[in-house]
């Protein structure tokens, strides 16, 4: 739509939500509350592409929305004002956002050029996320649009996304009837720098969402410092007599110094107020000078309150209640007197009382063995101390004499002030009344010279004032066309939505009575089937029974794909060709393998559309991800909750690259921009040792997904840039069988850089030195690293391994090498993944003790070692249930300390370490054997054949 400003202009909806499109925020002014409370209040309004929601905060800086608008199924039109808000001018900027239930959301602009804007916007935004929603997945309002997928080349093929050709003629009108308009500093991004538009007569409080501003006052306090944990409700001053022992003479100097710091510190701090610190009245006892004073002046004007009540009973009454105030008031100041005498008596006791002590404590400790030309020279210090305390005493009154007056100078200066505003004022009264009749002066003078101006002074009147009333018609003209294309656009999108809903309607009836015939066909074909089971023919003769077994069989074994024409609208099919990650569903050599992958698919599949019902985690994403719209992720244990059960596939890219940035955050601060850049470019232009085998190693990395599948896939050119970008960084690593599945899992969802960046995440922060090495040193560590935790965690399993001599490391070394890739489903995969990239390492062993609890009866059941070995080559694959997967990792195993395992780690470090120097000692022994030996010579080692 052609607005100016806008987030985009005519174009497909991936390239108006892109990343360099503005976010479309700002001020408005939302009407709520009732009866008395009921106003506009100001509210920082955010629109979330996702879900077409407009959440609404109390401010740009805090973290949990107040509520929000369903902008998707919501209808705009012009506010109409109440006829004392029309004649008082207000309300002229309000619009209402009809939803549906009959809700209707009232939305004021500061400006009519703003609330012109929003409207567009909004119903910009309306139109592309209606047309280009999925209706497989509209009911369940979590479906982002297909500019959400931002990263990775799941972003480049999305097949649960099917987008609705836009209706030309649709398009055309709404560009004729768009109103061109641009907003101003109170809408987008910077609209956070200014202050929030106040309505001065409303109340910025919703009792409504109490519950909601309370923890997001909470959470800015959690987020601030400690520097202004100060009251303001006491003097600097406490009203206790000391009652020092010979014990706390010792400290009274001291103790003493700091209290007069810390009142002369409050005393600058501000004039109006009495701050304190809380640490520095630790009883609860002590009540503060001006709170007397204050509570007072309270009772004496309650007192004198009832002289308004009753002001019309009488002058009498009047009289007796003003100089009842009056003797009250000089009884307050009398008080107020003997309370400074009672201060100042009370402080000279305090003086006399502490340099008694003192001397007396001297004088009973100090004088033995003193002599007396010292003590007395002692005295005369004591003395002038005592002098010096006095003078500054009487400085420190005369300062607050003075302050004192300088207060009362001021207020005496605003009063003066304000006398002469009221006498400015009127005297410009005055003057605009001697220029008015001056003018009618000159007027009378005018028509008494001219008979003739008399006729013509009314016509010219009249003339004027049908000028400006034509001037007002055109202006309302022109808001009433505005206001027109927008109702008439209105109108047009809705119809036309209305038709693409009827149409979607229709789509799935047909659907649905295409599933009911099929349902119908595959009833009778499962009957026969049954019939054929139950009375097995035993003759060599192909009876029809058979023969629908077959077809039943091949039926089954066809992969629906895109090809097929019947309902080509709705995808995906209950099982199609790949999974949304690109994956092989259905391998294609093995056609007994072909029947249990199809298995596990419709498995996959139900169990996909059984947790989509469960709509309760996907609610929670969207609940986070409102809440950080106005700020960046952080570490949390809600995040850590949420991330355990799995990431949403829209949100997976986002939050991946999030996890990675979190963990490398050291590393990138300390290269130079374009740092993988640079690394590629030395990589292709130099001589690299590791390039062939890259170059080997590419189509075997993941030949089972489309992305990976051929040399011209795109895949395979970003999976050679991270690797040799990776490889020039680490020379010592150079590349290592496995590193090349890290990096095609991890650019799936992510673009090149931030696949490099996840590598070093994996490979320098996550895993041990030597992980991916030449001796792969790591990696056999952690191996019996897993032996210990599954004899502990899993005994009667581990014993059972023993008792059959089944070595399962040789299995669980590709578990922790390449993190579970190519080992189990994909659903699951990429949930393990999603707690590796957040919480390390752990998660790997969580998942494969875990993997061994969830089959460890079936595991128990087999008694010998080859079909123990040949069961868990597999077994790991026919897991689907991610739910119950996920609580035995984090729930049944717990507790799980890291230290256990790092500690482990060290021990099993030093063992290997040892194993292998054996090794090489009997390898090189070996190798002066076969030089002095003539019989030995014909022998070569492992490494020497493979070279």
Not at 81 to 87: G, L, S, T, W
Not at 205 to 220: G, R
Not at 354 to 364: L, P
Not at 525 to 535: A, F, G
Request: charged residues 30%; contains cysteine; negative net charge.
């Amino acid at each position: 739509m052609p607005a100016a400003g806008s987030e985009g202009d005519e174009g497909p909806a991936g390239e108006q939500a892109g990343p360099g499109a503005p976010k479309l925020c700002g001020y408005l002014q939302k009407l709520s509350g009732k009866g008395p409370l009921r106003g506009f209040r100001s509210r920082w309004f955010v629109f979330d592409p996702r879900r077409c929601y407009l959440y609404y905060f109390k401010g740009p800086q805090e973290a949990l929305p107040l509520g929000h608008i369903d902008i998707a199924s919501a209808c705009f039109s012009y506010h109409q004002p109440e006829a004392a808000a029309a004649a008082a001018g207000d309300e002229a900027a309000a619009f209402e956002v009809h939803g549906p239930g009959g809700a209707v959301a009232v939305l004021k602009a500061a400006t009519r050029q703003d609330m012109t804007y929003w409207l567009q916007e909004l119903q910009q935004k309306r139109w592309e996320y209606c047309n280009n929603l999925d209706a497989a997945k509209r009911d369940s309002r979590t479906s982002p649009t297909p500019s959400d997928f931002s990263k990775g080349l799941v972003a480049k093929d999305s097949p649960d996304l099917s987008i609705l050709s836009q209706n030309a003629s649709a398009e055309r009108a709404r560009n004729i009837l768009a109103v061109e308009t641009s907003p101003t500093d109170l809408v987008g991004e910077q609209a956070a720098s200014q202050p929030a538009p106040v309505q001065p007569s409303a109340i910025n409080f919703s009792l409504k969402q109490w519950s909601t501003e309370f923890k997001n006052s909470m959470s800015s306090l959690r987020k601030g410092n400690n520097e202004n944990r100060r009251s303001v409700f006491y003097t600097s001053e406490e009203w206790e007599l000391l009652d020092a022992t010979p014990k706390d003479l010792e400290d009274s100097m001291a103790l003493e110094e700091k209290r007069k710091h810390l009142a002369e510190g409050n005393k600058g701090l501000t004039s109006s107020a009495f701050p304190f610190d809380f640490g520095r009245i630790p009883q609860k006892t002590r009540r503060p000078l001006k709170d007397m004073i204050g509570s007072s002046k309270n009772r004496n004007s309650s007192d004198s309150s009832p002289t308004e009540w009753y002001s019309g009973n009488g002058n009498k009454l009047v009289s007796e209640l003003q100089l009842k105030y009056q003797s009250q008031q000089e009884e307050l100041e009398k008080l107020k007197k003997d309370l400074l005498s009672q201060k100042e008596l009370v402080r000279l006791l305090q003086q006399t009382v502490r340099s008694s002590q003192y001397d007396k404590y001297f004088a009973s400790r100090l004088c033995e063995g003193v002599p007396k030309d010292k003590l007395e020279l002692l005295h005369q210090k004591d003395d002038q101390i005592l002098g010096l305390n006095n003078q500054l005493e009487k400085l420190n009154l005369e300062k607050d004499s003075l302050q004192q007056e300088v207060k009362n100078l001021k207020c005496k200066v605003g009063e003066l002030n304000e006398q002469l505003g009221m006498l400015m004022e009127t005297i410009q009264a005055k003057d605009e009344v001697i220029m008015k009749l001056s003018r009618q002066l000159s007027e009378c003078e005018d028509n008494s010279s001219s008979p003739s101006g008399s006729v013509n002074s009314p016509v010219a009147t009249c003339v004027n004032k049908e000028l400006q009333e034509l001037d007002r018609l055109k202006d309302s003209l022109q808001g009433y066309k505005t206001q027109n294309k927008f109702l008439n656009k209105e109108i047009l999108e809705l119809s036309a939505l209305r038709r693409n809903a009827e149409a979607r309607e229709r789509e799935w009836q047909a659907k649905y009575t295409s599933l009911e015939a099929k349902l119908c066909q595959i009833e009778s074909k499962y009957l026969i089937l049954l019939q054929e089971v139950r009375t097995p023919v035993c003759s060599e003769e192909q009876s029809p029974a058979r023969e629908v077994i077959t077809q039943l069989l091949e039926d089954a074994l066809k992969a629906e794909t895109s090809e097929q024409p019947e309902q080509a609208f709705f995808k995906p099919h209950l099982v199609s060709e790949y999974d949304i990650y690109g994956f092989q569903t259905v391998p294609e050599d093995d056609e007994e393998e072909k029947l249990v992958a199809k298995s596990r698919a419709l498995d996959l599949r139900s169990l996909s559309l059984s947790e989509n019902r469960e709509i309760s985690t996907g609610v929670k994403w969207e609940n986070y991800l409102a809440s950080t719209m106005n700020r960046e992720m952080m570490r949390c244990a809600e995040l850590k909750n949420l991330i355990r059960s799995g990431i949403p596939h829209e949100h997976r890219s986002k939050v991946w690259k999030w996890c990675v940035n979190l963990h490398v955050k050291k590393f990138k601060d300390t290269t130079v921009p374009e740092y993988f850049q640079t690394l590629l470019q030395s990589a292709l232009e130099k001589q690299n040792p590791a390039s062939k085998q890259i170059e080997l190693d590419l189509l075997r990395t993941l030949p089972n997904n489309k992305h990976y599948s051929s040399p011209t896939s795109e895949g395979i050119q970003k999976l050679r840039n991270v690797l040799l970008a990776f490889s020039w960084r680490n020379p010592d690593i150079g590349y290592c069988q496995g590193l090349n599945r890290l990096v095609a899992i991890a650019l799936l969802y992510l673009e090149q850089e931030d696949a490099f960046w996840c590598l070093v995440t994996i490979v320098e922060v996550f895993m041990p030195r030597d992980y991916y090495t030449k001796t792969l040193l790591g990696s056999q560590v952690d191996q019996r690293v897993f032996k210990d935790l599954m004899s502990e965690k899993l005994p009667r399993l581990h014993a059972h391994f023993e008792q059959y001599k089944v070595d399962y490391t040789l299995i669980t070394f590709n578990w922790f090498l390449v993190v579970f890739v190519d080992s189990v489903v994909s659903d699951i995969l990429f949930k393990i993944w999603d707690s590796f990239l957040y919480e390390g390492p752990k998660v790997i062993f969580r998942f494969a003790l875990a993997f061994f609890k969830y089959k460890e009866e079936e595991i128990l059941k087999l008694q010998d070692s080859m079909s123990i070995f040949k069961y868990l080559r597999y077994f790991t694959r026919t897991v689907v249930d991610a739910r119950k997967l996920t609580g035995i990792a984090f729930g049944d195993l717990n507790p799980f300390p890291l230290r256990q395992i790092r500690n482990r780690r060290t021990y099993h470090l030093e063992k290997v370490r040892l194993e292998l120097n054996e090794l090489e000692a009997i390898r090189e022994d070996f190798l002066r054997e076969r030089e002095t030996c003539v019989e030995k010579r014909d022998l070569i080692s492992d490494d020497e054949e493979d070279s």
